[in-house]
């Protein structure tokens, strides 16, 4: 009875932890919730640039998060997630200043989108540095224990603050401009600093950190995996927007807000899914998810539709990211778990990086469509990847 009573109170302790985690990392990720809805059409109609420019800008983000999250992992693994946090905010106030002062030059477009290509370069490094730091610190707390809980969890106060941010950003940009969007930027991460103080650190005593291509060999293809499925993701930040503008559904926010609600509920009620069933399967079945949701996406005729497919494209990637990410860190593990999972986060960032401004070149600007047909062909290549994992 009283080792009962004492794994019961490690529990509850566990999961005030874990709440609290998951609310630092939904406000540090609120910062760039805001801009998801908001940069497609500052860049598309104020700015004046096409669809290839508009990929760019939601690519850079990503593109930066891959150079970093190599050496996010290794910071997180060394001085502990908490740090990791903190580096993370600070980064992201340096990438709202850029917004700030690309502003004065918006009748110059060539200097302003180069401004804005900066911040956002400086936010994916933030982006790295919280995620990493916060599932680093998460499965130290859980000490080897519930890796998929944590992995979605995790996750899902990322999403939340997409999920929160896309109206809010919506709202804040139609009233007050890209101006306040930027100023919003620089004022939010103090207040995450502010949480990061009651959590306490854990750094793993092993001196034995894995290097780069030990990572690599171990999660190449849990990474693959996800990778093919970040296309979809990518598709569905970069163009649903500019979908229901063509398409004169107005409600732009509502393929964003779909999608992270989606994806809120899939992991809060089939979090545990993925300890239980494994890592593969998991990641099969929802990849033929996220697929469909794509297609849905491409053939929608209304704009509910296309929100069925959003929230779809969330639900799945809710479970693919952890799923092959429970893979991941089971096979490097020990005390390299923010390597782990910094590497194989790569993977879908180098794919989000590359296909966001890949899709804006091959996608007539009439036919923002299309973007989803082709996204929905390349997840489906997640699946023989998940079988090869399986084997291996």
């Not at 930027?185 to 959590?199: E, G, I, K």
Request: charged share 5%; with cysteine; hydrophobic share 55%.
């Amino acid at each position: 009875m009283q080792s009962e009573s004492m794994q019961s109170d490690e529990s509850i302790s566990f999961m005030r932890m874990l709440m609290t985690l998951m609310l630092v990392v939904l406000a540090g990720f609120l910062i760039i919730g805001i801009a998801l809805p908001v940069l497609p059409r500052y860049v598309h109609y104020q700015l004046g640039f096409g669809t290839f420019a508009v990929g760019l800008v939601t690519g850079v983000q990503f593109a930066a998060s891959l150079c970093t999250r190599f050496a996010a992992g290794r910071y997180a693994d060394q001085y502990g997630g908490c740090r990791s946090i903190y580096l993370g905010l600070i980064m992201a106030i340096v990438g709202g200043v850029f917004y700030l002062v690309s502003i004065p030059f918006t009748a110059q477009p060539a200097l302003a989108i180069t401004l804005v290509l900066l911040g956002r370069a400086v936010v994916g490094g933030a982006e790295s540095f919280i995620i990493t730091g916060g599932m680093t610190l998460g499965l130290a707390l859980a000490g080897g224990k519930q890796t998929g809980r944590v992995i979605a969890w995790v996750g899902t106060a990322m999403f939340a603050a997409f999920a929160l941010g896309a109206p809010l950003g919506t709202f804040i940009f139609d009233h007050s401009g890209f101006i306040a969007i930027a100023v919003t930027t620089v004022v939010l991460p103090f207040a995450a600093m502010a949480m990061v103080r009651v959590l306490p650190e854990r750094v793993a005593p092993s001196n034995q950190k894995g290097t780069l291509s030990q990572a690599l060999s171990s999660v190449w293809l849990p990474g693959l995996g996800a990778a093919f499925n970040g296309v979809g993701y990518a598709a569905l930040l970069s163009f649903s927007v500019l979908l229901y503008s063509q398409k004169g559904w107005g409600m732009g926010w509502l393929p964003i807000t779909a999608f992270a609600a989606a994806l809120i509920a899939a992991r809060l009620f089939m979090g545990q899914l993925i300890d239980r069933s494994g890592g593969t399967l998991v990641g099969v079945l929802f990849s033929l998810v996220t697929a469909v949701g794509q297609g849905l996406l491409w053939a929608a005729p209304s704009p509910w539709i296309a929100a069925a497919g959003a929230a779809l494209t969330g639900a799945g990637w809710a479970m693919v990211y952890p799923a092959f990410g429970s893979e991941a860190v089971k096979r490097l593990g020990g005390s390299n778990k923010g390597v782990a999972m910094a590497t194989y986060s790569a993977f879908p960032d180098l794919a989000i990086g590359l296909t966001s401004p890949l899709l804006g070149l091959v996608v007539p600007a009439g036919q923002m469509n299309m973007a989803f047909l082709w996204s929905a062909i390349l997840v489906l290549l997640a699946v023989p990847v998940a079988l090869l994992a399986a084997k291996k």
